[in-house]
C-alpha cells in the first residue's frame, strides 16, 4: 500500500516540476534529496514501523504473560540456585569444619596407637616373665619330682640288693641243720603244731 502511496507521490513529483519556492516544491526537493535516496526509501521505513507496531499490539498480551511467566520461573530458578548455592558452602563448611577435625582426630588415634602398643609391650614382657617364673617352678618341681624318684627308686633298688646280697649270705651260711632249727623256732611262735 506504501509502495503504491510513494510510487504515485514519485511520480506526480516528476511529472509536475514545480518551483521549489513554494511549500509544495520544498517538500519535494526535500523528498527527493533526502528521503527518495536510492537504497534508504523512507517509505520501507514507515512499513516496517506499521508493522511491527501492529504485531506488537497484536502479540502485546500473549507474549507479556508469557514473559511474565517465564521471568517468574526464571526468578524460582535463580532462588533455587541460590538456596542450593547456599545449602552447598554450608555443606562445604561442615566438610571443611571435619576435615580439620579428622586431622586431630589422626595424631590422637597415631598417640592413642602408640600408647596401645607400648601397654600391650608391657603385658606381653609381664606375661612372658610370669610365664618365664612359672616354667622356672615347675622345671624346679619337676627336676624336686624326679629327683624323688630317683631317690625312691635308688631306695629300692638299694634294699632289693641288700636283701638279694644278704639271701646270698645267708644262703651261704644255710645248711640242713640250720634249716631245721630255724622252721622248729618259726612254728613255736605261731603256736606249734597241733
Do not use: C, H
Not at 554450608?90 to 596407637?113: C, G, H, M, P, V
Not at 645248711?175 to 632249727?181: F, L, M, N
Not at 611262735?189 to 597241733?194: P, Q, V
Amino acid at each position: 500500500m506504501f509502495a503504491f502511496i510513494y510510487n504515485f507521490l514519485f511520480i506526480f513529483a516528476e511529472a509536475a516540476k514545480v518551483d521549489t519556492n513554494t511549500s509544495w516544491g520544498k517538500f519535494l526537493q526535500y523528498w527527493n534529496t533526502y528521503l527518495n535516496y536510492p537504497g534508504f526509501e523512507a517509505w520501507k521505513f514507515l512499513n516496517l514501523a506499521i508493522f511491527v507496531f501492529i504485531i506488537y499490539r497484536l502479540l502485546k498480551r500473549p507474549l507479556s504473560s508469557a514473559f511474565i511467566a517465564r521471568r517468574e520461573a526464571i526468578r524460582a530458578d535463580i532462588i533455587k540456585a541460590e538456596e542450593k548455592r547456599q545449602s552447598a558452602l554450608a555443606e562445604l563448611t561442615t566438610t571443611e569444619a571435619k576435615l580439620a577435625s579428622l586431622e586431630n582426630d589422626k595424631s590422637q588415634a597415631i598417640r592413642e596407637a602408640e600408647m596401645e602398643a607400648k601397654a600391650e609391650r608391657e603385658r606381653i614382657e609381664r606375661e612372658a616373665a610370669s610365664e618365664a617364673n612359672r616354667l622356672k617352678l615347675q622345671a624346679a618341681n619337676d627336676i624336686e619330682r624326679k629327683s624323688q624318684q630317683v631317690l625312691a627308686e635308688l631306695r629300692r633298688f638299694s634294699a632289693e640288693e641288700s636283701i638279694r646280697l644278704a639271701e646270698e649270705k645267708v644262703k651261704a651260711q644255710m645248711s640242713a641243720d640250720t634249716d631245721a632249727r630255724l622252721v622248729k623256732a618259726s612254728l613255736q611262735s605261731i603256736g606249734g603244731l597241733n
